[in-house]
T-cell receptor, first 115, second 115 residues
Framework: AQSVTQLDSQVPVFEEAPVELRCNYS??????LFWYVQYPNQGLQLLLK??????LVESINGFEAEFNKSQTSFHLRKPSVHISDTAEYFC?????????????FGKGTKLSVKP | KAGVTQTPRYLIKTRGQQVTLSCSPI?????VSWYQQTPGQGLQFLFE???????NKGNFPGRFSGRQFSNSRSEMNVSTLELGDSALYLC??????????????FGPGTRLTVT
């Protein structure tokens, strides 16, 4: 069965420091990959996605993620974080080309940015 | 465009009761998926509806059911509530179609507390 592993449940960092949130998936088929962010008491917001093309994808607020097929990874990075980036981040996959529309989520990584 | 809306936002029920949650997708979106989010199990897929038909189902007991109306609005019902059903229930909409429902957009969720 397909699964997603987020290696770190909590990541504390200082403001303006770089951060990497790790995500690995297990799948024998081609997949699409997503990162979602969840702020307290809110739903999930799509942060960025990899569907095809360039393996490096970027969000409008400075995050980027790189799809690495050989390592089955899709790590999320930001060179300089802000207090407002404090949230929980979820990595998710969906099978490419199937008719099943369910996302498989990792357990989430809580990013805590300290001043 | 208006986003995904879910009603009610908060709900308190007693064990043994039943509950119905509602989700209105983004205009033009035909697929609606439901997820349960708990601290212990994380985000788990419940089911997906497309054009009023259940297209995909997760591993939940039959007490959990849903339906979709001709305007794509969806409802989720849980009968004979148990304490373990306390969770945030998230609805996500996507364009849908014959291929997998990529790029799912989430609502704010309904927080269900069972006492």
């Amino acid at each position: 069965a397909q699964s997603v592993t987020q290696l770190d449940s909590q990541v504390p960092v200082f403001e303006e420091a770089p951060v990497e949130l790790r995500c690995n998936y297990s799948s024998s088929v081609s997949v699409y990959l997503f990162w979602y962010v969840q702020y307290p008491n809110q739903g999930l917001q799509l942060l960025l996605k990899y569907l095809s093309g360039s393996t490096l994808v970027e969000s409008i607020n400075g995050f980027e993620a790189e799809f690495n097929k050989s390592q089955t990874s899709f790590h999320l990075r930001k060179p300089s974080v802000h207090i407002s980036d404090t949230a929980e981040y979820f990595c998710a996959v969906i099978n490419n080309g199937g008719s099943q529309g369910n996302l498989i989520f990792g357990k989430g990584t809580k990013l805590s940015v300290k001043p | 465009k208006a986003g995904v809306t879910q009603t009610p936002r908060y709900l308190i029920k007693t064990r043994g009761q039943q509950v119905t949650l509602s989700c209105s997708p983004i205009s033009g979106h035909r697929s609606v998926s439901w997820y349960q989010q708990t601290p212990g199990q994380g985000l788990q897929f419940l089911f997906e509806y497309f054009s009023e038909t259940q297209r995909n189902k997760g591993n939940f007991p039959g007490r959990f059911s849903g339906r979709q109306f001709s305007n794509s609005r969806s409802e989720m019902n849980v009968s004979t509530l148990e304490l373990g059903d306390s969770a945030l229930y998230l609805c996500a909409s996507s364009l849908g179609g014959q291929l997998a429902s990529y790029e799912q957009y989430f609502g704010p969720g309904t927080r269900l507390t069972v006492t």
